[in-house]
């Protein structure tokens, strides 16, 4: 079948604004949005700059916004959005050619929470590992599953306005570890998503949850954090 | 403009190998980490089904069993003091990663819990046995995310979307890189006293795999073109389950959990093939079957080409806990519900055996005699030690590149700490510069996808999971012909802004060089061993081919072969049956 994509083209080196390309091609309705946009880059258009790698939805490379919403373009199938499919980047980060932004200040949000264990050393270092009971390994699961794509932060309104802001994905990576049972450092995260451009900054407006490809339930992992700061309870 | 580093010790890639490396050189010497991709993104962090390490939390198991296993499933070729290296540490490494912050699966007791994995068995092939420690079936997620944390922790340096181009040497010692720097278009040195390749595997030479668009084998590239060797480019792995035409991954841990091949007709044909372990075959086997099933017009579907991975007899709350990535998969890419039916799948390119050989401390071999190249090192799926000889097994990938990367590290530490920084020639950097510049000078006769899509098909076609002499003839000669039409081709994109029709570009160049090592290694291997097997010569041959092959490019472009013999040990090679 015949596919219309509408997609936001920019290049710094000589563009002031971005503007919109459309491009008709061939495709499968089972065919990814990635796919149609190969089709462009390889065949149409090889200046075309996008991120992708692993093509099915686990490596986190092509966020984009598609149709309006945040999604993986490596995702999105097809017969599930209408046409024609206007692609563009993701918002709020500083945009640097066509669909590609700059993810640097995204993962010094992620850093910024120091998200990694943060174990306690007047314990005996174990033998073996340490003891974790399928509850409390169950207690943070959601969390672990982030693959740092950037959908929700860049589908925040808070974010858009404010950069400042750690943003959700940052706040899920505290919560991977505030909520593990083999962690000490609950104290320091949580002092810093208690700042000003922490968790409280959260208006749930639940955009972060609809728009995480790995189906993480984002503002509760947020409520959750902040109920953790008012009440010290992790 | 070009710009100027300086390290102690500089590592290329920043999946598990390269993090794992990075780790351990990091808390000692001035370290960086070169990648061209974020490291989150690397390609470790789709693997799926577990590592493997005898930690008998759930049932008996020994290290020794463990090296059985994978020397068995190397049909062989595996170096036993290799093979044993990374089984006794693999305990060791499975242990730190869950002290790391790993959040492995636990069983009752809250200890690590372990599953069943293919080709895994219990007092040399006994039965099948639980080994592999996983979480969920994103075990590789999870690992990729742990080193990640980890070298942030320890404050690893990281140059992110940085494609290494090159491999500077100064009188056959290795004194660092050239990267090209996507943002900006810039070329910068990087001198170090050590190097490390981790660049991951190649699978984009085939049609249907389960590798990543980037994994095209660039530092195998660089290396060769080099004039060094590769060992063992003849053996690729296929795993038997890639979703029908598109080739995603569904793992092993699919059949491990209890699902099941079968035929057109219902059947289970994997009882034909390996009557005791069945489905839990090793790949090479399965994958064979499955071709055979499909030869022999029993394959599902309209045009009989495909299999059935069939899970609606697994109890679905095991499904939905353990596998839901995969039956997410099944469910977004192919319209097919897990629980009420069949998975249309088909073997998949997997997983690259061959690589940069190198010493079981990651360094570099300059030659099949085992002299070293100083200051080179590599580890992970772009290096060939070799634990996996001619059919790795399941798990023992991520096993490989934890144990080996950090082993890697180390040496480099060490190295690095006792011997100065190479001198490095002011024009260094000239070659790559007048490389990129002839790239983009002049028209473009066709779009390099065209030719890439035909190596894709030819590899499939000829050289994929039965071969023989005359299908490796005809894959050697069009990549031939590919090579020429490829060399007429130009970058079209000038821009120095994000330029990934140069990076794209590059890496096919690379592609080809690693189908050709592929194919003239396997045309020269006449018999059948593990991933590699010929319909023209169906039985292994000891007795002339118990050695690894090592292929390097001559002056004039063609390459030449050279063997040296396998590391024996505790294992005489038998035959190999399930
Ligand atoms: C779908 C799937 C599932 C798997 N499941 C399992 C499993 O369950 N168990 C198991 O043991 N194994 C599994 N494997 C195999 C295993 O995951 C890989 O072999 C392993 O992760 C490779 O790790 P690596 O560090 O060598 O390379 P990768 O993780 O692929 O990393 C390569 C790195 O090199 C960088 N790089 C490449 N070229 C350049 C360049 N030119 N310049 C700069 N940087 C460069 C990339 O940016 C990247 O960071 C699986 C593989 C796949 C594809
Ligand atoms: S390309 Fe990896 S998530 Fe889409």
Redesign the pocket.
């Known amino acids: 079948m015949q596919v219309t994509l509408r997609v936001q083209r920019f290049n710094p080196e000589h563009d002031t604004d971005p503007h919109f390309e459309s491009y008709t091609i061939d495709a499968d309705a089972m065919d990814r949005i990635l796919d149609c946009l190969h089709q462009v880059k390889w065949y149409r258009d090889s200046s075309l700059a996008l991120r992708r790698s692993c093509a099915h939805g686990i490596c986190g490379s092509d966020a984009m916004v598609i149709n309006g919403v945040n999604a993986l373009a490596c995702k999105v199938l097809v017969k599930d959005v209408k046409q024609p499919i206007t692609v563009e980047p993701i918002r709020g980060l500083p945009l640097t050619k066509d669909l590609v932004v700059d993810m640097d200040p995204f993962f010094s949000g992620y850093l910024a929470v120091k998200p990694w264990l943060i174990a306690d050393d007047a314990e005996p270092e174990p033998e073996r590992e340490r003891i974790q009971s399928a509850a409390e390994r169950e207690r943070f699961d959601d969390t672990t599953k982030c693959i740092l794509c950037a959908a929700c932060t860049t589908s925040c309104p808070i974010f858009w306005s404010d950069q400042e802001y750690v943003g959700p994905a940052a706040i899920v990576g505290a919560h991977r570890f505030i909520f593990d049972s083999r962690d000490a450092g609950g104290r320091e995260r949580i002092e810093i998503l208690s700042g000003k451009n922490g968790a409280f900054k959260c208006r749930t407006a639940f955009n972060c949850t609809a728009a995480c490809p790995r189906g993480i339930e984002v503002t509760k992992a947020i409520q959750e954090v902040k109920q953790a700061a008012l009440f010290g309870s992790f | 403009m070009t710009r100027y580093h300086t390290y102690d010790a500089v590592i290329?890639?920043?999946?598990?190998?390269?993090l794992s490396a990075a780790l351990a050189a990091g808390k000692n010497v001035k370290t960086a980490v070169?990648?061209?991709?974020y490291?989150t993104r690397?390609?470790?962090g789709?693997?799926?089904?577990?590592?493997c390490a005898a930690l008998a939390n759930v049932e008996d198991d020994s290290w020794e069993w463990h090296a059985f296993d994978t020397v068995k499933g190397s049909d062989f070729l595996a170096d036993q003091d290799a093979v044993d290296i990374m089984c006794k540490e693999a305990v060791t490494a499975v242990l730190e990663l869950e002290r790391m912050g790993l959040p492995f699966n636990r069983t009752p007791e809250g200890r690590i819990d372990q599953r069943r994995f293919g080709g895994h068995t219990r007092d040399h092939g006994e039965a099948p046995v639980k080994r592999a420690c996983y979480a969920a079936d994103r075990?590789?997620h999870m690992i990729l995310q742990t080193l990640y944390q980890q070298c942030n922790k320890e404050g690893v340096e990281f140059f992110n979307e940085?494609?290494?181009l090159d491999l500077l040497m100064v009188e056959g010692t290795c004194a660092g890189i050239i990267a090209y720097e996507l943002a900006t278009g810039e070329l910068h040195v990087f001198r170090s006293r050590s190097v490390l390749f981790?660049?991951?595997?190649y699978g984009k030479m085939f049609k249907i795999t389960?590798?990543a668009h980037?994994?095209t084998g660039?530092?195998p590239g660089v290396v060769y073109r080099k004039g060094l060797p590769l060992e063992d480019m003849e053996f690729f792995q296929f795993h038997p389950t890639g979703l029908y035409r598109l080739g995603i991954?569904l793992?092993e841990a699919a059949r491990g959990e209890g699902g099941i091949l079968r035929n057109k007709d219902g059947e289970r044909f994997m009882e034909n093939y390996a009557p005791t372990i069945k489905d839990l075959a090793p790949r090479d086997m399965v994958s064979r079957a499955m071709f055979s099933e499909i030869k022999a017009g029993r394959g599902a579907g309209e045009d009989n080409d495909y299999l059935l991975l069939d899970l609606t007899e697994v109890d679905p709350e095991v499904v939905e806990k353990k596998l839901p990535d995969i039956t997410e998969f099944a469910r977004t890419y192919l319209d097919v519900e897990p629980l009420e039916e069949g998975v249309p799948v088909v073997p998949t390119a997997?997983?690259a055996m061959g690589g940069i050989p190198t010493t079981v401390d990651a360094e570099v071999l300059r030659d099949h005699r085992a002299e070293t190249v100083p200051g080179f090192y590599a580890a992970?799926?772009?290096a060939c030690v070799s634990v996996h000889g001619a059919n790795r097994l399941?798990?023992?990938?991520?096993?490989d590149?934890v144990v080996f990367g950090r082993r890697g590290g180390l040496a480099m530490t060490e190295y690095a700490s006792t011997h100065p920084l190479p001198d490095v020639p002011e024009d260094a950097h000239e070659h790559a510069e007048k490389w990129l510049a002839s790239l983009m000078e002049g028209d473009n006769p066709e779009p390099v996808a065209d030719i890439r899509e035909t190596l894709q098909q030819e590899m499939m076609d000829k050289a994929s999971v039965v071969r023989n002499e005359d299908s490796l003839t005809q894959a050697r000669d069009s990549i031939g012909k590919l090579a020429e039409r490829y060399a007429g081709t130009r970058v079209r994109d000038r821009s120095k802004v994000f330029n990934t029709e140069l990076t794209e570009h590059i890496e096919f160049g690379y592609l080809l060089d690693m189908a050709e090592a592929l194919v003239v290694s396997a045309l020269a291997r006449t018999e059948s061993r593990g991933g590699h097997y010929r319909d023209d010569h169906e039985m292994r041959e000891d007795e002339h081919w118990l050695k690894h092959t090592f292929i390097t490019k001559g002056d004039g472009g063609d390459p030449s072969l050279a063997y040296k013999d396998v590391t024996l040990g505790r294992y005489t090679p038998v035959e190999r049956k399930y």
């Open positions: 290329v890639g920043a999946g598990g190998a390269g070169v990648s061209k991709l490291p690397s390609h470790t789709t693997a799926q089904g577990g590592m075990t590789g940085f494609f290494v981790a660049t991951g595997g389960s590798n980037t994994l660039d530092g991954l793992s997997h997983y992970g799926e772009c399941g798990t023992n990938s991520l096993l590149i």
